[in-house]
Protein backbone atom coordinates (compact mmCIF):
# COMPACT_ATOMS: atom_id res chain seq x y z
CA UNK A 1 0.00 0.00 0.00
CA UNK A 2 1.08 3.44 -0.95
CA UNK A 3 0.99 6.17 1.21
CA UNK A 4 1.02 10.03 -0.17
CA UNK A 5 1.02 13.37 1.80
CA UNK A 6 1.21 16.81 0.40
CA UNK A 7 3.01 19.71 1.99
CA UNK A 8 4.21 23.14 0.81
CA UNK A 9 0.77 24.58 0.45
CA UNK A 10 -0.36 28.33 1.13
CA UNK A 11 -1.12 31.68 0.38
CA UNK A 12 0.92 33.34 -2.32
CA UNK A 13 0.34 36.75 -3.99
CA UNK A 14 -0.23 37.22 -7.91
CA UNK A 15 2.92 36.03 -9.26
CA UNK A 16 4.68 34.30 -6.62
CA UNK A 17 6.00 30.96 -6.02
CA UNK A 18 5.16 27.65 -4.44
CA UNK A 19 6.85 24.07 -4.36
CA UNK A 20 4.76 21.76 -3.09
CA UNK A 21 6.13 18.25 -1.95
CA UNK A 22 4.78 14.67 -2.03
CA UNK A 23 6.38 12.02 0.17
CA UNK A 24 6.12 8.46 -0.61
CA UNK A 25 5.61 5.60 1.96
CA UNK A 26 5.18 2.28 2.02
CA UNK A 27 6.66 1.45 -1.80
CA UNK A 28 9.51 2.72 -2.99
CA UNK A 29 8.38 5.94 -5.69
CA UNK A 30 10.87 4.53 -8.27
CA UNK A 31 8.29 2.55 -8.65
CA UNK A 32 5.71 4.44 -9.52
CA UNK A 33 4.40 7.26 -12.06
CA UNK A 34 3.33 10.49 -10.08
CA UNK A 35 1.14 12.88 -11.45
CA UNK A 36 -0.59 16.24 -9.67
CA UNK A 37 -4.38 17.28 -9.91
CA UNK A 38 -6.08 19.93 -8.57
CA UNK A 39 -9.81 20.64 -7.67
CA UNK A 40 -11.06 24.10 -7.51
CA UNK A 41 -14.10 24.81 -6.11
CA UNK A 42 -17.42 23.36 -8.01
CA UNK A 43 -14.83 22.18 -10.74
CA UNK A 44 -13.92 18.97 -12.11
CA UNK A 45 -10.43 17.47 -10.17
CA UNK A 46 -8.02 18.42 -13.38
CA UNK A 47 -4.76 16.57 -14.11
CA UNK A 48 -2.07 19.43 -13.94
CA UNK A 49 1.83 17.23 -14.44
CA UNK A 50 3.01 13.82 -14.64
CA UNK A 51 6.41 12.33 -14.58
CA UNK A 52 7.74 9.27 -15.37
CA UNK A 53 8.84 6.62 -12.66
CA UNK A 54 12.60 7.65 -13.18
CA UNK A 55 11.96 11.25 -14.22
CA UNK A 56 12.79 11.16 -17.60
CA UNK A 57 9.22 12.01 -18.97
CA UNK A 58 6.95 14.80 -17.63
CA UNK A 59 3.80 16.24 -19.19
CA UNK A 60 1.78 19.47 -18.13
CA UNK A 61 -1.39 21.06 -18.46
CA UNK A 62 -1.46 22.89 -21.36
CA UNK A 63 -2.21 26.92 -19.36
CA UNK A 64 0.40 25.46 -16.58
CA UNK A 65 3.28 24.45 -18.96
CA UNK A 66 6.47 26.84 -18.81
CA UNK A 67 5.19 27.98 -15.50
CA UNK A 68 4.93 24.48 -13.69
CA UNK A 69 7.76 22.23 -12.95
CA UNK A 70 7.77 18.48 -11.79
CA UNK A 71 10.14 16.65 -10.62
CA UNK A 72 11.24 13.88 -8.51
CA UNK A 73 14.30 12.63 -5.74
CA UNK A 74 13.97 9.01 -6.23
CA UNK A 75 16.29 8.59 -2.93
CA UNK A 76 14.49 10.79 -1.07
CA UNK A 77 10.84 9.49 -2.22
CA UNK A 78 9.43 12.29 -3.01
CA UNK A 79 7.99 14.17 -5.62
CA UNK A 80 7.93 17.77 -6.64
CA UNK A 81 6.17 20.37 -8.30
CA UNK A 82 7.43 23.77 -8.80
CA UNK A 83 5.17 26.65 -9.61
CA UNK A 84 5.97 29.96 -10.50
CA UNK A 85 4.10 32.64 -11.92
CA UNK A 86 1.16 32.06 -10.30
CA UNK A 87 -2.23 33.05 -11.62
CA UNK A 88 -5.50 33.41 -9.16
CA UNK A 89 -6.81 30.37 -11.34
CA UNK A 90 -4.05 28.62 -9.88
CA UNK A 91 -5.86 28.61 -6.79
CA UNK A 92 -7.37 25.01 -6.10
CA UNK A 93 -6.67 22.20 -4.01
CA UNK A 94 -3.64 20.06 -5.30
CA UNK A 95 -3.58 16.15 -4.96
CA UNK A 96 -0.18 13.91 -5.66
CA UNK A 97 -1.14 11.01 -6.88
CA UNK A 98 0.71 7.68 -8.04
CA UNK A 99 0.50 4.47 -10.29
CA UNK A 100 2.36 1.51 -10.47
CA UNK A 101 0.63 0.39 -14.02
CA UNK A 102 0.21 3.43 -16.38
CA UNK A 103 2.03 1.85 -19.55
CA UNK A 104 2.61 5.54 -21.25
CA UNK A 105 2.61 9.19 -20.69
CA UNK A 106 -0.63 9.18 -23.04
CA UNK A 107 -2.39 7.88 -19.17
CA UNK A 108 -0.98 10.41 -17.00
CA UNK A 109 -3.91 12.77 -17.95
CA UNK A 110 -6.54 11.02 -16.41
CA UNK A 111 -7.64 10.76 -13.17
CA UNK A 112 -9.32 7.17 -12.95
CA UNK A 113 -6.08 5.59 -14.29
CA UNK A 114 -4.15 6.46 -10.80
CA UNK A 115 -4.79 4.37 -7.87
CA UNK A 116 -3.25 6.32 -5.19
CA UNK A 117 -3.95 9.52 -3.46
CA UNK A 118 -2.77 12.21 -0.85
CA UNK A 119 -5.35 13.94 0.80
CA UNK A 120 -4.98 17.30 -0.95
CA UNK A 121 -3.57 20.57 -0.10
CA UNK A 122 -4.71 24.35 -0.44
CA UNK A 123 -3.04 26.38 -2.79
CA UNK A 124 -4.90 29.55 -2.94
CA UNK A 125 -3.54 32.85 -4.75
CA UNK A 126 -4.80 36.29 -4.09
CA UNK A 127 -4.62 38.91 -6.41
Known amino acids: QVQLVESGGGLVQVGGSLRLSCAVS????????MGWFRQAPRKEREFVAG????????RYLDSVQGRFTISRDNAKNTVYLQMNSLKPEDTATYYC????????????????????WGQGIQVTVSS
Open 51 to 58: ISRGGGMS
Open 26 to 33: GRAASGYV
Open 97 to 116: AADKDLPSDNYYYVRGNYDY
